[in-house]
């Protein structure tokens, strides 16, 4: 009975990283500029490995293997939002200008843009 639970669990958070790994490339695909690119793959791929690193473990079960799991778990969570980090703060000293959706044109107008 615990086996069928633990099985489905599995099969739960690897389906949850397949389901995030989709929509992190999505993400970069569609959206227009580095800042929001950058979002989308850093927080979905955060979610997707440790999801599927989570499957791993439940699946291995208690042993030296779900110890290196746990490791490299830890190690992704705290250099993946570092390494977005950098690169963002490097694409604003950069001066690399966020998108910015034009919602008005006749504002814009009024104060002679175009």
Same mark, same amino acid.
């Given at each position: 009975?615990?086996?069928? #639970?633990?099985?489905?669990?599995?099969?739960?958070?690897?389906?949850?990283? #397949?389901?995030?790994?989709?929509?992190?490339?999505?993400?970069?695909?569609?959206?227009?500029?580095?800042?929001?690119?950058?979002?989308? +793959?850093?927080?979905?791929?955060?979610?997707?490995?440790? +999801?599927?690193?989570?499957?791993?473990?439940?699946?291995?079960?208690?042993?030296?293997? +779900?110890?290196?799991?746990?490791?490299?778990?830890?190690?992704?969570?705290?250099?993946?939002?570092?390494? +977005?980090?950098? #690169?963002?703060?490097?694409?604003?000293?950069?001066?690399? #200008?966020?998108?910015?959706?034009?919602?008005?044109?006749?504002?814009?107008?009024?104060?002679?843009?175009?």
């Amino acid at each position: 009975m615990i086996e069928i #639970i633990v099985n489905g669990l599995v099969q739960l958070f690897f389906l949850m990283g #397949i389901i995030f790994s989709i929509m992190g490339n999505l993400g970069v695909l569609i959206f227009p500029d580095i800042y929001t690119r950058l979002q989308a +793959s850093s927080t979905c791929s955060t979610t997707s490995v440790f +999801s599927i690193f989570l499957a791993a473990m439940l699946l291995s079960g208690f042993s030296v293997l +779900s110890g290196k799991i746990l490791v490299i778990t830890m190690f992704f969570l705290i250099s993946n939002p570092v390494s +977005s980090y950098i #690169i963002a703060q490097y694409a604003w000293n950069k001066e690399i #200008i966020p998108w910015r959706k034009i919602r008005h044109r006749r504002s814009l107008e009024q104060e002679g843009r175009q």
